[in-house]
């Protein structure tokens, strides 16, 4: 999140930004809620990413396959598999 001016943040600053809009937003000074929501957007863009396997989600965030499954019905993560490949032909008669 480059600034005005040009100068690149670093990631620890981009984080606190980041908290400080969802302070401004939500109106509240949660951490908790903040990190949570934080864990929930990592947790779908990596599924996205991984074609919503959870198993190589998992490992690919060094966790174990229990705890991740864990997080994502805690989070009420729903996730349904994408198409890898073009489409199926219907077959030619």
Same mark, same amino acid.
């Given at each position: 999140m480059p600034r005005k001016d040009g100068v690149r943040l670093s990631f620890e600053q981009q984080a606190?930004?980041?908290y400080l809009e969802y302070m401004r937003l939500m109106n509240t000074t949660r951490l908790k809620g903040f990190l949570e929501s934080l864990e929930k957007v990592v947790l779908c863009r990596l599924l996205a990413r991984f074609n919503g396997n959870q198993r190589r989600t998992a +490992?690919?965030?060094?966790m174990k396959y229990t705890t991740f499954n864990g997080r994502v019905k805690k989070?009420?993560?729903?996730f349904r598999k994408r198409p890898v490949?073009?489409?199926? +032909?219907?077959?030619?008669?």
């Open positions: 606190f930004q980041a +490992r690919h965030l060094g989070y009420g993560i729903c490949g073009p489409p199926a +032909r219907p077959p030619i008669f």
